[in-house]
Structures are given as structure tokens and as C-alpha cells.
């Protein structure tokens, strides 16, 4: 029990401390634990006395076994009091935390090479003296205040703490923008549904406008015959009641001439009896649009959702060629009944990953094409023959006619391609790209290029004969129009505002090509029979394929790793078939 006025002596250390700061010998281990035991030996490594017991532990435990002890007649007779550095008894009431391993016990020791915190168990069994550097945790932990590691470690909480905030920042704004997608889709939804309401009544108020009709023009043609009938028939029994008359009043002459009259009234009225068109009982059904019926039974009708496309890489001179590997993986024909020419596809363009659009020139027609099922699906007819082909959304595309010095839009679905409006333009439009509503079209006689809006407007027109000489193909992206010249030999990198930013050389004849995902282009070469890869700032290319025959048009699926070519060589066995290779 504490005296009133003093202070109670520290419960580790001896209740009497001369002024020289000398001790009584006791074992300062068991004292720790609250034991008050007499000295029997001396460490000098831990500069401790220790009792009987923890004297013979002393030399047993692997940690202390090679320490230096003296005896009972050799150890120091008087002691100094425990410093921290020492025995640390300012720090022993604070291995209170348990082994994650063994419960029973506290943590007390560090492994260096293991990194590991360790109880006395852990030592023992998996952490020998041998093997292992372990310390003390208070013969280490003195100057662990305010050192480096202890701000090092604050610092990296700090770092790890700002990348969490951070991460969950982003999160949100994913989380926001995913939202914001999903119910821009729903608006899109209710939009096309009342779209197709729209459209539906209109085809309704149109179906039944012309049953109408048809019913009007049936009603007056048919009350046309019945009044004539009625009239004929009121004149001839006039006439029968006339000449019955003369006959009961025996007026002869009277009633020759009247019957050779009325015999001629009756030839009359036989022939136009005759004439009289043949009204049969009809009647009417609806029957309903097959294709229609068919577009709705399909489960996809409506749409589907699907990831947004990835927004095109804004191309820059960092992006570089590199090596791939390319296999053959299959041929599909293209070829159909209704063609009467070699086919001849100068140009291709993705509608899904599975489905593939063509302009096949020779037989002036346009072919969907399942490319899973190497078959063809639907094909129309154009009103000319067709050059490139782009898509303009999800459901409609535009092919170039440059005979007819036209642009056709066609609407498309995964079963069906349907003619709709086509736009006048001012020359031969050869290729076609649509970048976000702009249609840049490449045009011959005089070379040239134009960006258009859907409506025809020219927004910009790049000219001259220092630029161009036979453009053909032309793709769009975000911040550059690329444009292959026959003539020239060149690939040419433009910007928006036409300012050539460079241009590839390194080819003869080059026809087809398309943009990568990683900006750069895959480009075919007619004369050498090569696709190259371009880098796009087009200062660099490499030969991806070679020995293709005469390579046309090019299409790349970036999702599948598909590259579909085709080839214009006059040979059957080539030009009526797309190449399909896997690149790797």
C-alpha cells in the first residue's frame, strides 16, 4: 500500500536505491515477471544477473547459449541499475500482442531474413539461431522514434492511403458514367420504340388509306354497272310496253318499223352487256409482311445491348510497327446465283464481328455476309457499280457510286439490306470514310477530297495536284484522314484542317487499307502483292504478309484479330473468295 507524500517504487525495480545508484543482486529476468529472486550467475553479453534457473536456461537457449557467464564467486557483487538500452523495462509491459500462430504466447522477437514477427515458440521450432538473424524486439526498437523507417512508413501510409482515395474517386466516376450509359441507352430505347410507333402508324394510317380506296373504286365501278344495267333495263321495258301497245291496236306499220328499231336496240345493249367488266363476290385479308413478321419473331428485333466501341486511338508518332505473326485461317466465297460476273470486292466494312458488308463492283451489288457461317445473307442490287462502302451508325452505311458521281445510303440489319436515299455529289467518289456524322470522300478527275455532312453539304474541300493524283481509299479517325494514292505511290497523313503531317513512301501501288486499335494501318500493296503494317505518323512500315496475288480491298477486326482481304485478278479461283488471317 502506498505512503501518503511518497511515491510507490516502481514495481521492476528494488524499493532502495543508494546514492551511488547500486542494487541488491537478484535475478533481473524473473524480477520482470514480479519475482524477487537471488542472483546465482552474471551474463556479461546482456549484462544481467540471473538466478539458478535461468542461469542453466541461459546456456541451453539457442539465443543466449553462446554468451559469456560467470558464476556465482566471479559476478559483480553489486549491480547498477537497468538501463533501457539494457533490459528495456520501459518497454516490457508493451509485448502484450499474441502470435498470430501460437495464441498462448506474446510476440517478442523479429526474423530479419523472414521478415516476420515471432513469439519464443516460433524461434524454437521454425526460426533457429542457425538458419536465421533474430533479435530481441526491445534490443532493437531503441532508437525506433522519429527515426527514417518510422517516416518512411507514414510516408508509404500516406502514398497507399491517396492511391485508395483515388481509386475510389474513379470508381465513382465509373460507377456515374456506367449509370449515365445505361440510362442514355434506356432514352435510346423509348426513343426507337416510339420511333417504330411512329413508323408502324403511319404503315397502318398508309395500309388503310388504300383499302379504302380500293373499296371507293370497287363501290363506283360496281354502282356504275348497276345504274347502267337499271337504265337499259328501264328503257327496254319502255320499249316492250310501247310495241305491246301497237300490237293490240293493230297498228302494223307503226309496229314493223318499231320492232326492226328495237331489234337493233337489242344488238346495241347485248354488246355493251358484253363490255360490261366481270364484278365477282371478292373478298379481302391483310396479309402481313413477311420480312416483318420474320423481324419480329427474331429475339434480337428490338436490339441488343453492347459495349460501347472503344473511342479510336488519337494516333501520334510513338505509335510504331511491330512484329506479329499472321495465319491463313480460312477462304469464304462470295460468289452467289444472282451474280453474272466474276465477283470483284473493292470494298468491306465490319457491321458486327460476325457480320461483314461488301461492295462487289463487277456484279453491282452489295452482299452481307456471315463470316462465322461463310455465307452469304442477304445481297441488293445497286444502280451502278460500287467502289467503297462505310458505315455511317449502327444500322445504316454508304457506298460510293462514281459512275453515277453518287453516294447511296443503305439500311442495314443482321438479316437484311434495304436502298434508301442517294446523295448527288460533284465528281467520282472512290472511297468513303464516316468519322462522327463527316463523310470524307476521295474523288478522281480532278483528284480531290471533301469531308460532307449527311446531308451533301461540303464542309471542306482539299485540292490539288501536289496533294493528290489518284486517290483512292481514305480512312478517318479522330485526328488525322489517311488517303492511299495509286499513282503517287503514297500513303498520306492529313489533319482536319488538311495540312499533309506525313506520308509513306515505301509502297508501289497501294489499294486497300484499314486503322488498327493501335493506331496504326494495315495497308495493301497491289504491285508488290504485300500487306504492309504502317506506323501512324507514317514514317515506317513492315511487311506483314507477302506472295497475296493482287490485293483490292482490306478490313481489320480488332476484336476477333481478323484481317479479311480480297484480291482483282480476273482469276475465279482468287477474286471469288476473301482471305481470312488470325494475327497474332
Not at 241 to 269: H, V, Y
Not at 277 to 289: G, H
Not at 503 to 515: A, E, K, W
Not at 534 to 550: F, P, Y
Request: aromatic share 8%; hydrophobic share 30%; glycine share 4%.
Amino acid at each position: 500500500m502506498a505512503v501518503h507524500g511518497k511515491k510507490a517504487p516502481h514495481p521492476y525495480l528494488p524499493s532502495v536505491i543508494d546514492s551511488d545508484e547500486y542494487l541488491e543482486v537478484y535475478c533481473q529476468p524473473c524480477n520482470i515477471e514480479g519475482e524477487r529472486i537471488p542472483a546465482h550467475g552474471f551474463c556479461t553479453d546482456c549484462n544481467e544477473h540471473l538466478c539458478g534457473t535461468c542461469f542453466k536456461l541461459h546456456k541451453k537457449h539457442k539465443l543466449s547459449r553462446n554468451h559469456t557467464l560467470l558464476d556465482k564467486e566471479n559476478m559483480p557483487k553489486r549491480m547498477h541499475a537497468p538501463t533501457s538500452s539494457s533490459v528495456h523495462l520501459h518497454q516490457s509491459d508493451e509485448l502484450t500482442k499474441a502470435c498470430l500462430k501460437h495464441q498462448k504466447e506474446m510476440i517478442k522477437f523479429y526474423c530479419h531474413d523472414h521478415k516476420e514477427l515471432l513469439c519464443s515458440v516460433c524461434v524454437t521450432l521454425q526460426h533457429s539461431a542457425t538458419l536465421c538473424k533474430v533479435d530481441y524486439i526491445p534490443d532493437i526498437s531503441v532508437d525506433i522514434t522519429d527515426s527514417k523507417y518510422y517516416n518512411d512508413i507514414l510516408r508509404n501510409l500516406d502514398r497507399v492511403t491517396d492511391l485508395c482515395k483515388k481509386i475510389s474517386e474513379d470508381t465513382r466516376k465509373i460507377i456515374a458514367k456506367s449509370e449515365k450509359s445505361v440510362t442514355d441507352a434506356l432514352a435510346d430505347i423509348r426513343k426507337f420504340r416510339k420511333e417504330i410507333n411512329q413508323r408502324l402508324d403511319e404503315l397502318e394510317n398508309q395500309a388503310e388509306d388504300d383499302a379504302e380506296a380500293l373499296q371507293e373504286e370497287i363501290r363506283i365501278n360496281l354502282k356504275t354497272v348497276e345504274r347502267n344495267c337499271e337504265d337499259t333495263a328501264t328503257s327496254l321495258k319502255t320499249t316492250t310496253d310501247f310495241i305491246k301497245r301497237l300490237n293490240a291496236t293493230g297498228q302494223a306499220d307503226r309496229l314493223f318499223m318499231e320492232l326492226k328499231m328495237t331489234e337493233q336496240m337489242i344488238e346495241e345493249c347485248e354488246k355493251k352487256v358484253q363490255q360490261v367488266p366481270s364484278y365477282n363476290y371478292e373478298e379481302y385479308t391483310f396479309q402481313a409482311n413477311h420480312d416483318l413478321s420474320a423481324f419480329l419473331k427474331n429475339d434480337m428485333a428490338f436490339g441488343t445491348f453492347s459495349k460501347k466501341p472503344a473511342e479510336e486511338p488519337s494516333v501520334s508518332s510513338s505509335d510504331h510497327v511491330r512484329t506479329r505473326q499472321a495465319n491463313l485461317q480460312t477462304k469464304i466465297c462470295v460468289k452467289t446465283s444472282e451474280d453474272n460476273e466474276i465477283c470483284r470486292i473493292s470494298g468491306m466494312t465490319l457491321f458486327t464481328p460476325d457480320l461483314l458488308i461488301i461492295t462487289d463492283n463487277r456484279n453491282k451489288a452489295v452482299k452481307l455476309i456471315d463470316v462465322r457461317g461463310h455465307s452469304i445473307i442477304h445481297q441488293i442490287d445497286v444502280d451502278g457499280k460500287p467502289c467503297d462502302i462505310t458505315a455511317i451508325s449502327s444500322t445504316e452505311l454508304a457506298v460510293t457510286l462514281p459512275d453515277q458521281k453518287l453516294i447511296q445510303f443503305i439500311s442495314a440489319s443482321t438479316s437484311r439490306l434495304s436502298m434508301k436515299t442517294a446523295l448527288k455529289v460533284n465528281g467520282e467518289c472512290y472511297g468513303i470514310s464516316c468519322y462522327k456524322g463527316r463523310l470524307v470522300v476521295s474523288f478522281c478527275n480532278p483528284a480531290k477530297l471533301q469531308i460532307l455532312d449527311v446531308n451533301g453539304t461540303v464542309l471542306t474541300d482539299f485540292t490539288g495536284e501536289n496533294i493528290f493524283s489518284n486517290p483512292v481509299y481514305v480512312k478517318a479517325c479522330s485526328d488525322f484522314i489517311y488517303v492511299s494514292d495509286w499513282k503517287k505511290g503514297t500513303i498520306t497523313r492529313l489533319n482536319w484542317q488538311g495540312d499533309v503531317v506525313g506520308i509513306y513512301n515505301g509502297m508501289d501501288c497501294p489499294s486497300g487499307f484499314t486503322l488498327t486499335n493501335k493506331g496504326t494501318l494495315f495497308a495493301c500493296d497491289y504491285s508488290k502483292e504485300v500487306v504492309e503494317e504502317v506506323s501512324s505518323d507514317c514514317s515506317e512500315g513492315n511487311i506483314l504478309m507477302s506472295d497475296l496475288k493482287r490485293l483490292e480491298a482490306l478490313c481489320w477486326c480488332g476484336e476477333t484479330n481478323k484481317l479479311y482481304f480480297s484480291t482483282f485478278t480476273g482469276d475465279i479461283k482468287y477474286d471469288n473468295f476473301l482471305q481470312v488471317y488470325k494475327l497474332s
